[in-house]
């Protein structure tokens, strides 16, 4: 009994215990990369007669090596070109 108590316990121990394979791989810097952080977007339908949708955004970079941050702004009609968080502008 207290061989299997022991045994257990030891279990419990080893994983509770941190490992330093768990880390998280860090990713590789690209330097032509200004990586979208922050981006408002909002839409204005158009007239009867043109009835297309023109997606106005408002968003901020910043690339990762330099640390340089921008403002910038982005009109299109196509909604899978607004710029997203996470990406590459």
């Known amino acids: 009994m207290k061989k299997l108590l022991l ?7 080893m994983s509770c215990s941190s490992n330093s394979d768990d880390a998280p791989a860090t990713v590789a810097e690209d330097c032509n990369c200004d990586r979208v ?3 408002t977007t909002f ?7 043109n009835p297309a949708i ?6 901020t970079t910043i690339n990762d090596c330099t640390g340089v941050q921008r403002e910038r702004n982005h009109t299109t009609t196509v909604a899978s070109e607004i710029p997203k968080v996470g990406q590459c502008r």
Request: hydrophobic share 50%; glycine share 4%.
């Open 37 to 39: 952080v922050e981006a």
């Open 54 to 59: 023109n997606y106005y955004t408002a968003y």
């Open 7 to 13: 045994s257990a316990i030891i279990v419990i121990a």
């Open 43 to 49: 839409n204005v339908v158009g007239t009867p007669q």
